[in-house]
């Protein structure tokens, strides 16, 4: 009944001169596309090169039509691959500033040449914004034309039925006595079959005809949502590209650290750090509170490999009420339309230190910043405000378990099992009154001398939990009191977010429902003719698919086994369940916009 | 022996089948040519001559010239009785090693480098049996047998890493859906890619490569080596480009939609444990150019003079690039998806 449509002669060849996605015959639609094709410029299939007469609204409108050419398009998709990678090779400085320092310090005449070339900020550079603007205009200007044509495809009717079946690549047919089965049972059969069962939501788009000869035909098309899904798809990267640029307009992010015990309130001077976007307005940040409750780790005590982290805090509202919540890894806290995440913890030793009239001169907590897994942790503590004497600056480590032999001190375990400060001392002038602002967890000891022992090497204080330890020099003591937990926080609201999700989705599913619904036409003709025994009722049955479709002989072979009359023929397929083969065209190459 | 360790032994276990499938489905190919010949002779005079499939448990439903074959019915051979049978058998014990992997380790067994590698194969052996299930394909046995093996032995020997707990930043539901699409994605990208992979060589077979018919290399004219490795012929027993390109490109939409469908979870997820859904980490980079460049693939298939061949060479960048994503980007660049349990040489 329906052979594979494979001849030999076309397997050879990538560009078979097939059947088009088209009314066939139809003189409009032929020199349309004949015209496009050599329209589009140099390369392309006509003859022989000439170079276009053109004035300057034809160089524009030259210049449009090559952005908008699929062509362009690919090289642009390429181009904007290749010029993603150097991100990737080079550190750059929205992700790991220090690492970019770092490169300049090792490699100054390659990296300044690299810096001001842009590749320590690859997506903001100019190269990189020029390729990805280019392709959204591109894509702008092919989908523009594509939505109308749709719109307009979405509300035609199906192609009106060709006047040969022989060129299509799946058919199939059969003839019935005349007074068995009229032309109209057959028609009535495949419209209802093709409509399929649900009124709302028919699987093809049908048409029936009676045409000149008398013969029923019926044309009907699906998978109109083939080029919706499309549609849908880029302009869903554009609205993802747009969310994108707004957020990077409205969004604000706030760094604090807070020991426990302790918080902090939204307001741009609570934060340790803050960064927003241009269009942010300061008054927009809802003056709610935060405290610490307390914070834990959990520490496989085999390995000492991270099990858990959690932070309880307390959160006081703007309307005065408060809440308890939860803070962990990859559970962020959603407070007045911003997340706060857990970024990282330490420990903050809470120190007091006495000066040399024994007048407390310092007390707090102070954040020392781990270093490795086994929270090896840095930390800097200044006494500005001695009542006599020097100023004191020390500086050190603080070890969670430390293990303390002839060669050194180290942390051997993140818990605190036996936590102790291992500090130097320095005394003189920290700095802070000459109006510089300085890091918090560096010490400027330009002005400062460094304690030594009686035989010249610097001092070193070991001081455990609740111990208290003289400073050399008579400049005072040290108390290491309590040993709160600190966590650094990280605020961030950005209002694009949520058309940042639904544009992605809806990218998903445009491109899910473009890759998989197959665009198909089939047509019926069914016509009395007479024939020896009498008059009978010939049904041919063609379909045609738009790009590789190995499930069209299989929808004409169902819509063959629901019309009246029709026998499966007597040498069944193997397995009739499977795919039919067939092989289609390659979707027909366009140069067309997209 | 714990459960981490049978697993392994599995693993070994599953490679060795792998490979006595690999030569078994080399074997076939080197004998389906002569059988080529034979064949023809006889449908000559016996047009409808009966074609039988091979008896083993996958491939009761390969129908006589399916979609793809351009052979009428493949004929019983021994070879590739004993090659699909120990293809299965491979993927039944890899499976059962994936499985216990994930026992041992009390979560999926996909966090780290070693088993994301693990399952990718056991993706890539499980889709080309299910696709055999549907229509003949035993063709790309030998190429689907060879990558899964190499990348299982170089994952047991070079990645392996104790079945673990993970860290806290990998305690989440995302690593189920996220990594579990990306490791599937990978799955079907392999696949295609050998279907590329054949298509190229069969084109340039039929349009006359000298290399591909075992005459060397042929520059002006001239043999400038004279290099014989095989005769490739038997490029003439499998589907023709265009089938190849076809079903290439239906794998290789599957493998974008995934592919896809793993950026926007990654991102959820990094908007959830890292406080921004992008933000040009290494591995979202090359997520990235893999994107892109499926992408283009997509596009040049439908953009005249790209189609067919060119097209094809997408396919294998992609590729290429997908393989550096979980590979050099793991090892050589430092980044926030540094989960792979391989400690990073030292530079």
């Not at chain 2, 006889?42 to 399916?66: L, N, Y």
Request: net charge negative.
């Amino acid at each position: 009944m329906s052979t594979p449509p494979n001849p030999p002669e076309r397997d050879r060849s990538y560009h078979p001169e097939g059947i088009d996605d088209a009314f066939s015959g139809d003189p409009a639609r032929t020199s349309a596309t004949a015209e496009t094709a050599e329209s589009t410029g140099p390369g392309g299939t006509a003859g022989a090169p000439q170079l276009p007469q053109l004035g300057g609204a034809g160089m524009l409108r030259f210049a449009w039509r090559q952005l908008t050419s699929m062509r362009v398009a690919l090289m642009l998709l390429m181009l904007l691959a290749v010029a993603a990678v150097p991100g990737s090779v080079f550190p750059q400085r929205g992700q790991s500033p220090a690492a970019v320092a770092q490169y300049m310090l090792d490699n100054p005449t390659l990296g300044s040449w690299l810096d001001r070339l842009g590749f320590f900020d690859v997506y903001a550079s100019v190269w990189f914004s020029a390729i990805y603007i280019l392709l959204f205009i591109s894509l702008v200007g092919c989908i523009l034309p594509r939505v109308r044509a749709h719109f307009h495809a979405l509300r035609a009717a199906p192609p009106r039925t060709p006047r040969r079946f022989g060129r299509f690549p799946a058919r199939g047919g059969y003839t019935v006595a005349a007074d068995e089965v009229s032309p109209d049972d057959v028609t009535a059969a495949a419209e209802a079959h093709l409509r399929g069962r649900l009124r709302w939501l028919p699987r093809f788009r049908v048409v029936p005809a009676t045409e000149s000869s008398g013969a029923r035909v019926v044309s009907a098309e699906r998978g109109y949502l083939r080029e919706t899904g499309n549609l849908v798809f880029h302009i869903s990267l554009l609205g993802l590209l747009i969310s994108f640029g707004a957020g990077q307009l409205l969004e604000y992010r706030g760094q604090a650290i807070v020991t426990e015990g302790r918080g902090f309130a939204n307001s741009v001077v609570d934060y340790d750090t803050f960064e927003s976007g241009a269009l942010f307005q300061e008054d927009s940040l809802e003056p709610f509170s935060m405290t610490l409750d307390s914070f834990e780790s959990v520490f496989r005590i085999t390995d000492a490999k991270a099990q858990d982290f959690t932070a309880n805090v307390t959160v006081r509202e703007t309307d005065g009420t408060s809440r308890s919540a939860e803070i962990k890894v990859n559970h962020p806290l959603s407070q007045s339309g911003a997340k706060i995440y857990l970024q990282g913890n330490g420990f903050a030793p809470d120190v007091i230190v006495r000066d040399a009239a024994g007048e407390i001169a310092f007390a707090g907590p102070v954040p020392f910043l781990p270093e490795d897994d086994v929270y090896t942790s840095q930390g800097v503590i200044k006494v500005p405000d001695v009542s006599t004497g020097e100023q004191i600056g020390l500086v050190g480590f603080f070890l969670p378990t430390a293990e303390i032999t002839p060669e050194g001190a180290r942390s051997i375990f993140p818990d605190p099992i036996n936590p102790a400060l291992v500090l130097s001392v320095y005394h003189g002038d920290l700095g802070l009154d000459d109006g510089v602002p300085q890091n918090v967890y560096q010490l400027e000891t330009d002005g400062m001398t460094q304690s030594v022992e009686e035989d010249g090497s610097p001092v070193t204080l070991v001081v455990g939990r609740g111990e208290t330890v003289d400073l050399p020099d008579g400049l005072g003591t040290l108390e290491f009191a309590e040993l709160p937990r600190f966590v650094a926080l990280d605020l961030r609201h950005d209002p694009s977010l949520v058309w940042t999700l639904v544009f992605a989705l809806g990218a998903l599913a445009g491109v899910s429902v473009s890759l998989f619904t197959p665009r198909r036409r089939v047509w019926v003709r069914a016509s009395v003719q007479d024939d020896t025994d009498g008059p009978r009722t010939v049904v041919e049955v063609a379909g045609l698919a738009r790009g590789d479709d190995l499930g069209l002989q299989g929808e004409v072979d169902a819509l063959l086994a629901h019309l009246p009359g029709y026998e499966v023929p007597g040498t069944p397929d193997p397995s009739p369940l499977e795919p039919r083969p067939s092989m289609q065209e390659p979707e027909r190459p366009t140069d067309e916009p997209r | 022996m714990n459960l981490g360790e049978i697993s392994d032994t599995l693993v070994w276990g599953a490679a060795t089948a792998y490979t006595i499938a690999m030569i078994a489905f080399a074997t076939d190919l080197s004998r389906a040519t002569d059988a080529l010949g034979q064949r023809k002779a006889q449908e000559r005079t016996a047009p409808k001559a009966a074609t039988v499939s091979v008896s083993t448990p996958s491939s009761g439903a390969a129908a006589p010239g399916s979609a793809v074959g351009v052979i009428e019915g493949r004929r019983a051979s021994k070879a590739l009785g004993i090659a699909m049978a120990t293809m299965w058998a491979g993927f039944l014990i890899h499976l059962v090693a994936v499985v216990l992997r994930g026992l041992a380790a009390g979560r999926v067994p996909w966090a780290n480098m070693y088993e994301f590698w693990l399952t990718g194969t056991l993706v890539a052996a499980g889709l080309f049996l299910v696709l055999q299930l549907r229509r003949d394909v035993r063709f790309l046995g030998v190429i689907v047998s060879f990558i899964v093996v190499t990348f299982l032995m170089i994952a047991i020997t070079a990645l392996h890493v104790e079945a673990d707990g993970v860290q806290p930043a990998l305690r989440s539901y995302w690593l189920v859906i996220h990594v579990g699409v990306a490791v599937g994605a990978t799955g079907v990208f392999t696949v295609a890619f050998a279907m590329s992979v054949l298509q190229l060589l069969r084109d340039s077979r039929d349009n006359g490569s000298t290399l591909l018919h075992g005459e060397g290399t042929v520059v002006r004219g001239r043999n400038v080596a004279a290099w014989k490795v095989m005769n490739w012929r038997f490029l003439d027993t499998i589907p023709t480009p265009v089938a190849l390109e076809a079903l290439s490109f239906r794998i290789n939409a599957v493998g974008f939609v995934l592919w896809t469908f793993t950026i926007i979870g990654g991102a959820i997820w990094a908007d959830g444990a890292w406080g921004r859904p992008w933000g040009w980490d290494p591995k979202e980079v090359w997520s990235f150019v893999v994107w892109v460049v499926y992408a283009a693939y997509l596009h040049a298939r439908t953009t005249r003079g790209w189609s067919g061949r060119r097209a094809a060479y997408f396919v294998l960048v992609g590729y290429g690039c997908v393989l550096f994503n979980f590979t050099a980007v793991n090892i050589l660049f430092s980044g926030l998806h540094s989960y792979s349990g391989v400690d990073r040489p030292t530079i």
